[in-house]
């Protein structure tokens, strides 16, 4: 079951001391181990959702097993600024290869890398043990338990998430459900008319400034109107 994000704070606050980046909790990431999927969150309605493989060993945070930490994180470093899609790491330093998805024989980290820090006593070794949010050539796999600890995505979908996401961002790694959460209003494109930024001083100026921010549509409508009464003008004075 899924804690509110105000009561982890105490957890954070106790188990992070070493932290270097200061936790956002404006931005949350949810992964879910059940669902094999995770959400990004910003300011609490969902921005995407996308489909992920965790550890096929299991779950857990102990030295010397390759599995998946629960709990909460957080994004402490993120790394491939402009790499190529498919591009291959090696120690968190680019080789210069770059590979096609579900290229045959080859299983490195690609394209981005999103590294963790653990905010709890239960995932407190995440950052030592490279717990990272990246790209695989595996795509075959994704959207189910195929990894050695991380989180896989398409190499695709982790550069999109890397540029969604910013440091310090909030992580729950969930064993449950993702839960039920709104999605994020989308931004309407607007065709209003910019006006000069000046403020009007008198109420004359306010009642200016109203009408030349009318819309676009507005405007068509107005003028229209204007037109149908201007003909009908024109016919009654023809007929007197």
Same mark, same amino acid.
């Given at each position: 079951m899924l804690r509110p994000v105000a009561l982890i704070f105490g957890f954070i606050s106790i188990t992070s001391a070493f932290a270097v980046t200061p936790v956002d909790s404006?931005?949350?990431?949810?992964?879910?181990?059940? #669902?094999?999927?995770?959400?990004?969150?910003?300011?609490?309605?969902?921005?995407?959702? !996308?489909?992920?493989?965790?550890?096929?060993?299991? &779950?857990?945070?102990?030295?010397?097993?390759?599995?998946?930490?629960?709990?909460?994180?957080?994004?402490?470093?993120? +790394?491939? #600024?402009?790499?190529?899609?498919?591009?291959?790491?090696?120690?968190?330093?680019?080789?210069?290869?770059?590979?096609?998805?579900?290229?045959?024989g080859r299983d490195p980290i690609t394209t981005r890398i999103i590294w963790l820090r653990g905010l709890e006593a239960q995932n407190a070794h995440?950052?030592?043990?490279? +717990?990272? +949010?990246?790209?695989?050539?595996?795509?075959?796999? +994704?959207?189910?338990?195929?990894? !050695?600890?991380?989180?896989?995505?398409?190499?695709? #979908?982790?550069?999109?998430? !890397?540029?969604?996401?910013? &440091?310090?961002?909030?992580v729950q790694i969930t064993p449950d459900h993702l839960p039920k959460v709104q999605k994020a209003p989308r931004s309407q494109p607007t065709n209003t008319v910019v006006t000069a930024s000046a403020k009007p001083q008198n109420q004359e100026q306010q009642q200016g400034a109203s009408e030349a921010t009318l819309s676009v549509d507005q405007m068509r409508s107005g003028g229209a109107l204007a037109a149908q009464r201007q003909k009908a003008k024109l016919a009654l004075n023809k007929r007197l």
């Open positions: 404006s931005n949350q990431i949810i992964v879910s181990v059940r #669902d094999q999927k995770l959400i990004l969150v910003q300011n609490g309605g969902k921005v995407a959702t !996308y489909p992920v493989s965790t550890s096929m060993f299991g &779950l857990g945070d102990s030295w010397g097993r390759m599995t998946t930490p629960l709990g909460y994180l957080a994004v402490e470093k993120k +790394i491939g #600024d402009n790499a190529p899609t498919g591009a291959v790491f090696h120690n968190r330093r680019l080789t210069g290869e770059v590979l096609q998805p579900n290229a045959p995440a950052f030592k043990r490279c +717990i990272y +949010i990246h790209g695989t050539p595996e795509e075959k796999n +994704i959207g189910r338990p195929a990894s !050695y600890g991380c989180i896989r995505m398409k190499s695709s #979908d982790v550069a999109e998430l !890397y540029d969604r996401v910013p &440091l310090g961002a909030l």
